[in-house]
């Protein structure tokens, strides 16, 4: 009989002890977005501790992927297009040798090298005509993935020619979000989301037990979400920056640039990819704006445990075949 009463008792201490842990959440600007870092922890202390292990880490990357830091090692390898190889960390090796392979899978629709057009397009609203085709012309010329060298052994990367330039805008954020929860995770802490202004990356679950949910919003009707999904996948990233974009002729264009014509991408104004990495799910949103719904959604549908959600300038919504979407 009394141990009976002992089982219960414990019972109801482990579901207290599971209810005690919490939500805590602190915003930041990093890497020039609106970062949200959530962790599940046992108090307000242990939180903050977890959270500045997170926001350090981003801090960290952004140091080494900053085109704007003339000091960093992403700068430096800028800096010495056409001139001769930089030497630079392994982490920053390896990372832009994935993205030459994302590139090689998405057919150069993500591109590093996209960055040689940036003196062209402004996306401040002062573009409101095309720019002259020769700047255009002359600035494709310098974009190329495949011209990237990259020795493993001296652990270098060079770019050939004078002007040619990387970028990891389409990455960054997404690297960012799978370093700081890989810190986290191997710290203990039991559940979280690192959200980078849109790319989200989750792991474990509420302090319930129960997954983690996602809202997809139509940017045609940003009051109302109009898919729910439970995020087995970890990683979702939505490109589609309603801000950052230019009108031309009455034609609206965003700020994923097509590397094939230097020309801003139109036609898809929302794309919203799932997966287990954020770094490649951020990559492959950004690949799918370029390649447009059909050729976006049959690469998609090659690739295990990836995901997508496209919406057309008409708010006509996609999707890759496991995703069945109720449309209203
Ligand atoms: P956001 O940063 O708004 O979430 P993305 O993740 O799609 O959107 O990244 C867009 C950024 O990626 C651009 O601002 C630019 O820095 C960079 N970019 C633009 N076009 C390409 C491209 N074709 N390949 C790789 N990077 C690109
Ligand atoms: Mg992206």
Request: with cysteine; charged share 20%.
């Amino acid at each position: 009989m009394k141990r009976k009463v002992l089982f219960v008792v414990k019972i109801i201490l482990g579901i207290s002890f599971l209810n005690a842990q919490e939500l805590f959440t602190e915003s930041y600007t990093l890497m020039g977005s609106a970062f949200e870092l959530t962790v599940v922890a046992d108090d307000e202390a242990e939180a903050q501790e977890y959270i500045a292990t997170a926001k350090n880490e981003i801090e960290r990357i952004e140091l080494l992927i900053s085109s704007w830091d003339s000091n960093s090692e992403t700068s430096s390898i800028n800096q010495n297009a056409g001139i001769k190889p930089v030497k630079v960390s392994k982490e920053l090796w390896d990372l832009i040798d994935r993205s030459q392979q994302i590139s090689k899978i998405t057919s150069g629709a993500f591109d590093l090298t996209f960055a040689a057009v940036d003196r062209i397009w402004k996306f401040d609203g002062s573009d409101v005509e095309m720019p002259n085709a020769d700047l255009i012309l002359a600035s494709v010329s310098k974009i190329g993935y495949h011209q990237i060298q990259l020795n493993e052994k001296k652990s270098t990367v060079f770019l050939p020619e004078k002007g040619m330039k990387i970028g990891f805008g389409a990455i960054g954020k997404g690297y960012a979000a799978d370093r700081a929860k890989q810190l986290l995770m191997a710290r203990g802490v039991v559940g979280g989301i690192i959200n980078a202004s849109g790319d989200i990356n989750t792991w474990g679950t509420q302090p319930d037990g129960s997954p983690w949910t996602i809202g997809i919003i139509n940017p045609m009707n940003k009051e109302k979400v109009f898919s729910w999904f439970s995020l087995e996948h970890n990683a979702v990233v939505t490109s589609g920056n309603y801000e950052k974009f230019v009108r031309i002729g009455g034609k609206r264009y965003s700020h994923i640039i097509d590397p094939r014509t230097g020309i801003p991408s139109n036609g898809i104004i929302s794309c919203t990819i799932f997966a287990t990495k954020a770094e490649l799910a951020d990559a492959l949103a950004t690949a799918t704006f370029v390649m447009g719904v059909e050729s976006g959604l049959f690469l998609i549908d090659q690739l295990p445990n990836t995901e997508a959600i496209l919406i057309d300038d008409e708010g006509i919504i996609y999707a890759s075949k496991n995703i069945q979407i109720e449309k209203d």
